[in-house]
T-cell receptor, first 118, second 113 residues
Framework: NAGVTQTPKFQVLKTGQSMTLQCAQD?????MSWYRQDPGMGLRLIHY???????DQGEVPNGYNVSRSTTEDFPLRLLSAAPSQTSVYFC?????????????????FGAGSRLTVL | AQSVTQPDIHITVSEGASLELRCNYS??????LFWYVQSPGQGLQLLLK??????LVQGIKGFEAEFKRSQSSFNLRKPSVHWSDAAEYFC???????????FGTGTKLQVIP
């Protein structure tokens, strides 16, 4: 059981380049999300999805796109990278838990992807 | 909108001493509350959670937290800290039927011999 897998672990981009951070989970979780972590700012939600075909914006969505074509995968796209997007990115997933079950909102995190934009 | 405040950016304790990390939340209804731990270079791991019921919850690694509705707090405690507890700790808030989880800015714990 791999949990949440993120690739790549490290990436260096030049300003204006595009790239996709991959995220896959094998736990059949309905909910998936992307956070960025910056020193002193904790984790901030970028985009999230409550199921295949459904995505929504979090706190800091500008400059990022997502799609959810399958339950397992939730890629994060940077269309034109900027130095302000230098960060560590975490993908996380959980069960939907709309009825308040014990797994609701309990996030399983990937190991993170460290992105540097020059 | 939900929010979390962790007032202590950095805390240093001696090994064997007790620990309390503070967390205050803002949410209109009954919150789901969490504490996560992040070791250097790692992802986040769930320490404990509060959904309802007993306001004192036990977690892994000997940690516990107490939900105090009147103070909008969910402080994390451990009676005796070990050197391996050095890490960054994040408090988070969510809500029933609403999947977004909001994190605090974290408290970095240093343990000295």
């Amino acid at each position: 059981n791999a949990g949440v897998t993120q690739t790549p672990k490290f990436q260096v981009l030049k300003t204006g380049q595009s790239m996709t951070l991959q995220c896959a989970q094998d736990m059949n979780h309905e909910y998936m999300s992307w956070y960025r972590q910056d020193p002193g700012m904790g984790l901030r939600l970028i985009h999230y999805s409550v199921g295949a075909g459904i995505t929504d914006q979090g706190e800091v969505p500008n400059g990022y796109n997502v799609s959810r074509s399958t339950t397992e995968d939730f890629p994060l796209r940077l269309l034109s990278a900027a130095p302000s997007q230098t960060s560590v990115y975490f993908c996380a997933s959980s069960h939907g838990g709309g009825s308040g079950g014990s797994g609701a909102n309990v996030l399983t995190f990937g190991a993170g992807s460290r992105l540097t934009v020059l | 909108a939900q929010s979390v405040t962790q007032p202590d950016i950095h805390i240093t304790v001696s090994e064997g001493a007790s620990l309390e990390l503070r967390c205050n939340y803002s949410y209109g209804a009954t919150p789901y509350l969490f504490w996560y731990v992040q070791s250097p270079g790692q992802g986040l791991q769930l320490l404990l959670k509060y959904f309802s019921g007993d306001t004192l919850v036990q977690g892994i690694k000997g940690f516990e937290a107490e939900f105090k509705r009147s103070q909008s707090s969910f402080n994390l405690r451990k009676p005796s800290v070990h050197w391996s507890d050095a890490a960054e700790y994040f408090c988070a808030v969510g809500a029933r039927g609403y999947q977004k989880v909001t994190f605090g800015t974290g408290t970095k714990l240093q343990v000295i011999p």
